[in-house]
């Protein structure tokens, strides 16, 4: 049971990873052919990829075992940490976050691309903070695996959410990373349609579920 969940866990963090990864670099040279400026600077990456990937990956690490672990059968020796089943879910994660992303910083150079880049920086987070419990498991839906039975993922939401304001409120931190002041309501607004990942992933998991009995 404990060699399935370790197996599982790092099937969960290594997929975390490949997937917010190639949305920050998909939406970056897709922005650039298109002729924007550079949605993202280095140091905003930075933050994402050490801070936000960072927390968000440890929790997912402490996944507890589910119920059906010993249900399964054995795994094939051969058998990857990444497989075909991953994806779907990577094509519609990745593409969720890059066709939204770069929307909402079009939409915001008009207003300077300071608060272009902040608003596309807490896109990209909330994102990624979102996800985090649609990797929770790539079968079963949140709800049957209980929202709070990973304290961690609970941990590092709030973690994550709480830095972000942070980062972006704070006049001396905010200087250094370039970031520009969003309004409440921009806030919430960028929050509620990154909070769209989370939706989109759990009705696929349904119709999935359903398609195969």
Not at 131 to 146: A, T, W
Request: charge should be positive.
């Amino acid at each position: 049971e404990e060699g399935r969940t370790v197996f599982r866990n790092v099937r969960r963090t290594s997929f975390y990873l490949i997937t917010t990864n190639i949305a920050e670099d998909v939406t970056i040279v897709t922005s650039l052919i298109m002729g924007l400026p550079l949605p993202l600077l280095p140091i905003q990456l930075l933050y994402l990829n050490l801070v936000s990937d960072g927390m968000n990956n440890i929790a997912l690490s402490m996944e507890p075992a589910h119920e059906d672990v010993l249900n399964q059968p054995p795994k094939d020796k051969k058998e990857g940490i990444l497989n075909r089943a991953l994806i779907p879910f990577l094509v519609i994660s990745v593409g969720l976050m890059v066709f939204a992303t770069i929307p909402i910083f079009n939409y915001f150079l008009l207003q300077g691309l300071d608060k272009a880049r902040t608003a596309a920086f807490v896109s990209m987070t909330m994102f990624q903070v979102f996800n985090v419990f649609n990797m929770r498991s790539l079968k079963n839906s949140l709800f049957k695996l209980g929202i709070f039975t990973n304290k961690w993922v609970i941990y590092s939401f709030i973690a994550s959410l709480v830095l972000m304001l942070l980062v972006i409120y704070l006049p001396w931190i905010s200087d250094l990373f370039q970031f520009d002041y969003l309004t409440v309501t921009e806030l919430f607004s960028i929050v509620g349609i990154a909070s769209s990942i989370f939706f989109i992933i759990e009705g696929y998991k349904f119709v999935r579920n359903k398609w195969r009995g």
